[in-house]
């Protein structure tokens, strides 16, 4: 195949998520082996000029049908080359005649590039690329000091030992700036005070310090989180959503490794990882948890002491920077439009539903007086809209105030999806240009105290609601199993399969640290059920887990 048509080809496997801009060029045997860096080069470059030159090509004529086989992955392939790259088109010998027709277009392929440029004022193609795509905005290394192995000066003098310059600066516009790529630079965060700051690149993944336990790699907005609810030393915390576990082991840090921290996760896999993290982390409060935090019972007296709870729940990740990632997400909008925007919409709408639910629930803990809640989105309708819903639902907690909520970041929420400015002024948003992924944190605060008897009653609703509609699933099941002839007659009910999710049924997960069996019964909830999900019993005979 022509390299141009290859490359179109791939953009078009890209689109249908099909593989990674990896695997289909320097992992695709169809790709020339000499040609496989070019490849990957040209698919990056054009991901992430697309949107600027999506408008060239369709204002050139070139998409006419003068050339043929043309289409509009090959003319951004191909417009990339010939107007951005130093080198123009690349001359594959078997693309030659493909080459020479797209040549004819030169003229007006130029003309309507240098009027899109001349009309946003800017000086080059560059200065039109989206900002969070373009090389300079890459994030900062934020490196997190484990409290629990060293303090804060003891990490800095490692690092000056090692001939690293600390520098200081307090304007967060300028700190890019002073930690420029591949300097010997760092400096302490302005916001966190567990936190250092290195230039974008630095890799400390080979680090002693890493490799022991003292530092901890996590970008500067997921450590926010621990430091809105800041449990005290001594006190109870639980962590909701929990695995792989950065936010439990920092607030284990916070905490000095005085208290229990219950750290919960509906995958026994992932709470897997968070035990070795933790471990490393020479966390030794931790209590994992293998359950659906939707099924905790927060009127379990094991739960009668917590008084913080950092809710960080699954949520689109649309805040991450992966600039691959990106590159692709950026691309399947140009080319796919509403129809995508409308299958998102229906999908923030169901994550936004479970953010909402599992912030109600831990409100239900009787002992619970903060609460963070973030994600690693930037949408509106999981962070602000979300907050702005649990704010109605109920009226037993208010939003921190803002001098509790990082008072000292800039970047604050959005007057959107419900929220005043008041309100918005309350919680924190980042954004890549901030040098972190996007994220979002709100705080909440109870207002007045826990009123069991209508926890009990919210408690009893849901049940019976789920018990609802457990029936009504599997008489639905009984009739669509049941032969034609016989759908129309009445069946006894069967008896439900699944286990109920308000049994609260929970697995303690082991991991290196012993457990004994007693502790193990001691954590059994208040409302157990005799039934246990398919999933439950997979991970209590795989795992070894404590009986319940
Ligand atoms: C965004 S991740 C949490 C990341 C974690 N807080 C950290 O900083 O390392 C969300 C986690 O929620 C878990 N999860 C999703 N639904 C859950 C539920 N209903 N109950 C408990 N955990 C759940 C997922 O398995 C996933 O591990």
Redesign the pocket.
């Given at each position: 195949m022509h390299f141009y048509g290859q490359a179109a080809d791939i953009l078009r496997r890209l689109e249908q998520h099909q593989g990674s801009i990896q695997t289909l060029t320097v992992g695709n045997r169809a790709v020339a082996s000499d040609d496989k860096r070019r490849m990957y080069a040209l698919i990056c470059e054009t991901l992430k000029y697309a949107s600027v030159l999506a408008p060239v090509v369709q204002g050139s004529g070139v998409l006419g049908g003068g050339i043929q086989g043309m289409n509009t992955r090959l003319a951004l392939a191909m417009a990339h080359d010939m107007l951005v790259s130093r080198g123009g088109l690349q001359r594959r010998g078997a693309d030659h005649e493909l080459n020479r027709a797209f040549e004819k277009y030169k003229p007006q392929l130029r003309a309507k590039m240098d009027a899109l440029v001349a009309e946003a004022g800017a000086r080059s193609m560059a200065d039109l690329v989206p900002l969070g795509l373009r090389e300079e905005t890459a994030t900062l290394r934020h490196v997190r000091v484990n409290l629990l192995a060293a303090s804060v000066d003891q990490v800095v003098a490692a690092f000056e030992k090692e001939q690293f310059e600390l520098v200081e600066c307090r304007d967060h516009s300028l700190m890019a700036q002073e930690l420029p790529a591949r300097s010997r630079r760092f400096m302490r965060d302005p916001d966190l005070d567990d936190l250092l700051v290195f230039p974008s690149g630095t890799d400390l993944h080979a680090h002693p310090l890493y490799t022991d336990g003292t530092i901890i790699l996590q970008d500067k907005a997921?450590c926010m989180p621990a430091h809105v609810v800041r449990p005290k030393p001594g006190t109870s915390a639980l962590?909701?959503?929990?695995?792989?576990?950065?936010?439990t082991s920092h607030m284990a840090s916070l905490m000095g490794n005085k208290g229990s921290v219950f750290a919960?996760?509906?995958?026994a896999r992932?709470l897997d990882t968070l035990v070795q993290l933790t471990d490393r982390a020479r966390c030794r409060i931790i209590r994992p948890l293998c359950?659906?935090?939707?099924d905790v019972d927060p009127l379990n007296p094991l739960y009668a002491d917590v008084e913080c709870a950092l809710l960080?729940?699954?949520?689109s990740g649309s805040g991450i920077v992966n600039r691959l990632d990106a590159l692709v997400d950026g691309f399947v909008a140009l080319v796919q439009g509403q129809e995508q925007h409308r299958s998102n919409a229906t999908r923030l709408e169901s994550l936004a539903e479970f953010q909402i639910a599992v912030v109600l629930h831990a409100m239900r803990f009787p002992s619970v007086r903060r609460i963070s809640y973030s994600t690693c989105s930037v949408h509106v309708e999981e962070n602000e809209a979300v907050v702005a819903a649990i704010l109605n639902a109920q009226d037993e907690f208010a939003l921190m105030p803002a001098v509790d909520v990082i008072p000292t970041w800039p970047r604050r929420g959005l007057a959107h999806g419900g929220l005043t400015s008041e309100q918005a002024a309350c919680v924190v948003r980042t954004l890549p240009e901030d040098g972190t992924n996007g994220f979002f944190v709100a705080g909440f605060v109870r207002k007045k105290p826990a009123d069991i008897g209508e926890i009990r009653r919210q408690l009893d609703e849901r049940r019976t609601q789920q018990q609802k509609q457990t029936q009504q699933q599997t008489q639905q099941e009984v009739v669509d199993k049941a032969p034609e002839r016989t759908k129309a007659q009445p069946r006894q009910q069967k008896k439900p399969k699944k286990a109920d999710r308000s049994s609260s049924a929970v697995s303690f997960l082991p991991g290196r640290r012993a457990r004994s069996a007693v502790t193990a019964r001691a954590n059994v909830s208040s409302n157990n059920s005799s039934n246990m999900s398919k999933k439950r019993r997979r991970v209590k005979s795989g795992k070894g887990v404590a009986k319940k």
């Open positions: 997921s962590d909701a959503c929990a695995a792989p576990g950065n936010k919960f996760d509906k995958s992932r359950a659906d935090f939707l960080d729940p699954s949520c």
